[in-house]
């Protein structure tokens, strides 16, 4: 049982919270973690890593689907999707049972309870046993979100659902209304969708993917809808309607409200921070729309108390929390670390096919006030591509005209999230277009796409 004095508390084991105890462990500081439910929170265990083991399933079974575009025969092709879940599941606890290990490893002291602030330096949790009264010189707050419940759309765990509810599903959608098309809600689309289901996407805004760059939501749209599935833009679900095994939903779109059938909506409308019940009020913490508000070095104004990861606003990213982890346990220890750009983290989407961005869009650079020069790159010029049987797909370079410097690169197609991490490196590094042009690509492969495009922002393509 932990007691007494710690340099620094975290409460919340999720990406941001048990690497920010590590880190600090690593410093040499003495570390406790207070946890309600899983130790590594909702990215481990309801998120990131169960919904990416889903969408492996679906990408093979696609791909078996396809077996005789690649020379192969496949007959009596299925799925069980109770195994498909379980398999999701095993991933997920494989995953918990890691950061228990390094935590251990680490020497970092584990508090399973739910955490309130009493007063400054001071943490009480509620456990099995009882409450113990913790302090610390620095205390860090990582408890996450949850998803934003919209009135009249709560889910229900039957007819409705939360993501929770879609990673465990009880049964397997035929008719399938997903509300919102950020990435939960196009991985979720996606993943039913290639299992069959008859799968509709209603966006509010007038793009699906609304974050990301115009071009590239366009041909993911495109390939959507190539799969089957119905894209509604400028869209509203204004009620749902619940009956036995049905649900109608009166949808708007250009002042005409729709009313449409199905089985299952799965709701993905955004996240809520978990801020209630922690005592931030009363300590002076200032909170705006559910997200505590921080300086560029996640501090709260509260003398020694920081918050990160998605309690501090977007990006909603587990990669963010993380490093914004690493350096809130510098600052405790006494270094003097980097603050975190958000415009310099990637985003990445799981869907078939697959998007990740970097920077500015092209058209948040003109609004910048940007002179930029932007290259284009589609899949069907790269031999790696065709040859692959992914040649759908486009790579996109915004430049500052004037200084050569990266703005942003914005991807769809086979493997993105994996090449993307080349455009971060680069803008991490201040790398310009001169670099990026004499850098010598492999061949054959992916990455040589993203060459391309740069070259194609200065009019040098080669291979279109």
């Not at 398999?87 to 290990?101: D, F, I, L, P, T």
């Not at 409450?131 to 408890?143: D, G, R, W």
């Not at 790696?384 to 410097?405: H, Q, S």
């Given at each position: 049982m932990a007691t007494g004095n710690f340099d620094m508390i975290v409460i919340g084991a999720g990406p941001g919270g048990y690497v920010a105890a590590i880190r600090a462990a690593q410093l040499g500081l003495r570390v406790c973690v207070v946890e309600r439910e899983n130790l590594g929170g909702i990215c481990l265990n309801w998120g990131c890593i169960p919904t990416k083991a889903l969408l492996r399933s679906s990408e093979v079974f696609h791909l078996m689907e396809r077996a005789k575009d690649y020379g192969l025969s496949a007959d009596k092709i299925g799925y069980d999707l109770d195994a498909v879940v379980k398999r999701s599941r095993g991933v997920a606890r494989q995953m918990e049972g890691g950061v228990k290990h390094l935590l251990k490893k680490n020497k970092v002291e584990v508090v399973m309870g739910e955490a309130t602030l009493p007063a400054r330096g001071k943490v009480s949790v509620k456990t099995e046993k009882g409450t113990e009264e913790l302090s610390a010189k620095h205390i860090v707050l990582a408890t996450g979100a949850r998803a934003r419940e919209l009135p009249g759309l709560e889910a229900d765990g039957?007819?409705?659902?939360?993501?929770?509810?879609?990673?465990?599903?009880?049964?397997?959608?035929?008719?399938?209304?997903?509300?919102?098309?950020?990435?939960?809600?196009?991985?979720?689309?996606?993943?039913?969708?290639?299992?069959?289901?008859?799968?509709?996407?209603?966006?509010?805004?007038?793009?699906?993917?609304?974050?990301?760059?115009?071009?590239?939501?366009?041909?993911?749209?495109?390939?959507?809808?190539?799969?089957?599935?119905?894209?509604?833009?400028k869209a509203t679900v204004k009620k749902l309607d619940r009956a036995k095994g049905k649900v109608t939903a009166h949808v708007e779109t250009g002042g005409k409200v729709e009313k449409l059938e199905f089985d299952t909506v799965i709701s993905a409308v955004g996240i809520v921070g978990n801020t209630e019940g922690l005592g931030l009020e009363e300590l002076g913490v200032k909170v705006d729309r559910t997200h505590v508000v921080v300086d560029e070095y996640c501090r709260t104004g509260v003398e020694g108390l920081y918050a990160i990861g998605d309690i501090a606003g977007a990006p909603w990213l587990a990669h963010k929390a993380s490093h914004e982890g690493v350096m809130v346990a510098e600052l405790a220890a006494g270094g003097h670390p980097h603050p975190v750009r958000p415009e310099s983290i990637a985003g990445c989407t799981y869907c078939q096919p697959q998007v990740a961005s970097v920077g500015l869009t092209e058209a948040k650079a003109k609004e910048a006030g940007y002179e930029i020069r932007v290259g284009k790159f589609p899949f069907i010029g790269n031999g790696k591509a065709v040859a692959?049987?992914?040649?759908?797909?486009?790579?996109?370079?915004?430049?500052?005209?004037?200084?050569?410097?990266?703005?942003?690169?914005?991807?769809?197609?086979?493997?993105?999230?994996?090449?993307?991490?080349?455009?971060?490196?680069?803008?991490?590094?201040?790398?310009?277009?001169?670099?990026?042009?004499?850098?010598v690509f492999p061949h054959p492969t992916l990455s040589e796409m993203m060459h391309e495009s740069v070259l194609a922002a200065y009019d040098r393509v080669i291979h279109i």
């Amino acid at each position: 049982m932990a007691t007494g004095n710690f340099d620094m508390i975290v409460i919340g084991a999720g990406p941001g919270g048990y690497v920010a105890a590590i880190r600090a462990a690593q410093l040499g500081l003495r570390v406790c973690v207070v946890e309600r439910e899983n130790l590594g929170g909702i990215c481990l265990n309801w998120g990131c890593i169960p919904t990416k083991a889903l969408l492996r399933s679906s990408e093979v079974f696609h791909l078996m689907e396809r077996a005789k575009d690649y020379g192969l025969s496949a007959d009596k092709i299925g799925y069980d999707l109770d195994a498909v879940v379980k398999r999701s599941r095993g991933v997920a606890r494989q995953m918990e049972g890691g950061v228990k290990h390094l935590l251990k490893k680490n020497k970092v002291e584990v508090v399973m309870g739910e955490a309130t602030l009493p007063a400054r330096g001071k943490v009480s949790v509620k456990t099995e046993k009882g409450t113990e009264e913790l302090s610390a010189k620095h205390i860090v707050l990582a408890t996450g979100a949850r998803a934003r419940e919209l009135p009249g759309l709560e889910a229900d765990g039957d007819l409705v659902w939360t993501y929770r509810h879609a990673l465990v599903p009880s049964r397997m959608p035929k008719k399938l209304l997903v509300i919102g098309s950020g990435a939960i809600g196009i991985e979720f689309a996606s993943f039913y969708n290639t299992l069959g289901a008859e799968t509709t996407v209603v966006e509010v805004m007038d793009q699906i993917l609304p974050v990301e760059d115009r071009d590239i939501a366009a041909l993911a749209k495109k390939q959507f809808v190539k799969q089957g599935m119905k894209i509604m833009e400028k869209a509203t679900v204004k009620k749902l309607d619940r009956a036995k095994g049905k649900v109608t939903a009166h949808v708007e779109t250009g002042g005409k409200v729709e009313k449409l059938e199905f089985d299952t909506v799965i709701s993905a409308v955004g996240i809520v921070g978990n801020t209630e019940g922690l005592g931030l009020e009363e300590l002076g913490v200032k909170v705006d729309r559910t997200h505590v508000v921080v300086d560029e070095y996640c501090r709260t104004g509260v003398e020694g108390l920081y918050a990160i990861g998605d309690i501090a606003g977007a990006p909603w990213l587990a990669h963010k929390a993380s490093h914004e982890g690493v350096m809130v346990a510098e600052l405790a220890a006494g270094g003097h670390p980097h603050p975190v750009r958000p415009e310099s983290i990637a985003g990445c989407t799981y869907c078939q096919p697959q998007v990740a961005s970097v920077g500015l869009t092209e058209a948040k650079a003109k609004e910048a006030g940007y002179e930029i020069r932007v290259g284009k790159f589609p899949f069907i010029g790269n031999g790696k591509a065709v040859a692959l049987g992914e040649p759908e797909g486009l790579v996109k370079t915004v430049f500052d005209a004037k200084t050569g410097e990266l703005l942003g690169a914005h991807m769809v197609g086979a493997e993105v999230t994996e090449l993307i991490q080349g455009f971060v490196v680069g803008r991490q590094l201040e790398t310009t277009e001169e670099d990026l042009m004499n850098t010598v690509f492999p061949h054959p492969t992916l990455s040589e796409m993203m060459h391309e495009s740069v070259l194609a922002a200065y009019d040098r393509v080669i291979h279109i």
